[in-house]
């Protein structure tokens, strides 16, 4: 299993259910409540470490309990760190607010730390970015600290793994040190310009985006699977019926570390895209998102079922 590097950002989610959102200056009583781990790239990190991975994590946390519990959840799930702690700053922290009825959502994130993340500190993070041979990030830190360090894996010679995320504006740069990119439908067309609503829209889009420079597409379509676009090969993969559904959080997040693991391990990249899948699928039937990423194990006991 050759190493894997992942770039990005934890966040503490701190989740509300609530009958109905409060109004400007309201206080409303709530039904629910529950503290887990967040962040894509945590959640990535995990994800790839429960499958196996050899995953280094790297990312900015504060000296506090929301930092004691980043540090516990990657020791649990394998992760090794390239991770500084702040004392003069905060773990990043989200706060999601659930209206039951209708179940409309409102997030507050603070990134606090992570949100410091410069260029400077990618560079000295540079050695565990040049020993692997996966190299992930995401767009929940800075921007200009991803880019850095797509430039220093590339110059490596790891593969690159993009998941633009949340979508942003990017400069052609990121296009041409993606050797994956891997958006979901909405980001897709935030990307292009194009709308997915088909299998065949998200061809056209990730066509557009192989003519921006990217080395292959990986757009994820839900409940409908992931269309892998390459300039040799255009295929979809389907998702795995693992029922119940529970909870959809997080399976984007499910798919792009197992996506990593698959690629690390030597498969090709359209094997790799029906493995995380397969790995996505199972996370659904579990609540949480950290918490609901499978291990190599279960996953190969619920393919056996």
Known sequence: MNKIAILGVFVADTAYRTARMPRPGETVLGNGFALGPGGKGSNQAVAAARLGGDVTFISKIGQDPFGDMALAVWAEAGVKTEVQRMADSYTGAAGIFLEEGSGQNAIVISPGAAGTISEADIVAAGDVIRAASIFMTQLEQPLPAARRALGIAR????ATILNPAPAAELDAKFFTLSDYLTPNETEAEDLTGIKVSTVEDARMAAQKLLEKGVGGVVITLGPEGALLHTPEISEMC????????????????????????ALARGDTPLNAVKFGCAVASLSVTRPGTAQSMPTLEELEQALSA
């Open 155 to 158: 110059s490596a010679g790891a």
């Open 238 to 261: 389907p998702v795995h019926n693992f029922a119940p559904v529970v909870d959809t959080t997080g399976a984007g997040d499910a798919f792009n570390g197992a996506f990593a693991v």
